[in-house]
């Protein structure tokens, strides 16, 4: 692991305290006012307010016509969407929760169940895509429980929801990239570089 690596771990919050703010219902966006990050904010949004619409109007179904006035479904925490701008003046754009700068986004993605990078339109953007997967994972391995004694892989713990225990910690990155980006990389194997 590298210095800055450990610099930018360390000066995340102790991971227990990324846990109490993680939510798999926060997404990340990068670049809100480019060109790509302007048109995945929309569909990400309308995706979501679609999702949305569909969990409330399934929650309640009536059995009978002697049943009285179904209880309101407890409240739902709605999805939010974080993200950065390229130009520093932007205030607030649609459907976003809070706007952050870029120096300050990687505390901010570790929170996100999920974040979408793209890095295609500035190299500093693949700079901190492999820098959150750096803290990503060893946040990961410090949070990882000790192997079961049984060895049986398939040996899932339930919750009473019939759901696995991390079901909702789940993380994504989608990685938006051309092949330009990955260009100047260097080959897993020098003695075939074709």
């Given at each position: 692991m590298n210095k800055k690596s450990t610099e930018v771990f360390s000066s995340v919050a102790s991971s227990s305290d990324v846990?109490?703010?993680?939510?798999?219902?926060?997404?990340?966006?990068?670049n809100l006012d480019s060109y790509h990050g302007s048109h995945i904010l929309h569909d990400v949004s309308k995706v979501l307010e679609r999702n949305n619409a569909s969990t409330k109007d399934t929650s309640q179904s009536m059995l009978g016509e002697d049943l009285g006035p179904a209880s309101p479904p407890p409240p739902e925490l709605p999805y939010e969407i974080i993200g950065t701008v390229l130009n520093e003046n932007a205030k607030s754009i649609d459907h976003v929760s809070r706007i952050i700068p870029a120096a300050e986004c990687i505390p901010v993605m570790l929170t996100c169940g999920t974040?979408?990078?793209?890095?295609?339109?500035?190299?500093?953007?693949?700079?901190?895509?492999?820098?959150?997967?750096?803290?990503?994972?060893?946040?990961?391995?410090?949070?990882?429980p000790p192997p079961?004694?049984?060895?049986?892989?398939?040996?899932?713990?339930?919750?009473?929801?019939?759901?696995?225990?991390?079901?909702?910690?789940?993380?994504?990155?989608?990685?938006?990239?051309?092949?330009?980006?990955?260009?100047?990389?260097?080959p897993l194997d020098p003695v075939r570089s074709t």
């Open positions: 846990e109490v703010h993680f939510s798999h219902k926060r997404y990340f966006i990068n974040v979408i990078l793209d890095v295609s339109y500035d190299r500093e953007q693949l700079r901190i895509a492999t820098e959150y997967i750096k803290v990503l994972k060893e946040l990961l391995e410090k949070q990882a079961k004694p049984s060895g049986d892989p398939d040996d899932a713990t339930t919750t009473a929801t019939g759901g696995s225990i991390g079901e909702n910690k789940k993380r994504y990155l989608i990685l938006i990239s051309t092949v330009m980006t990955w260009a100047c990389t260097k």
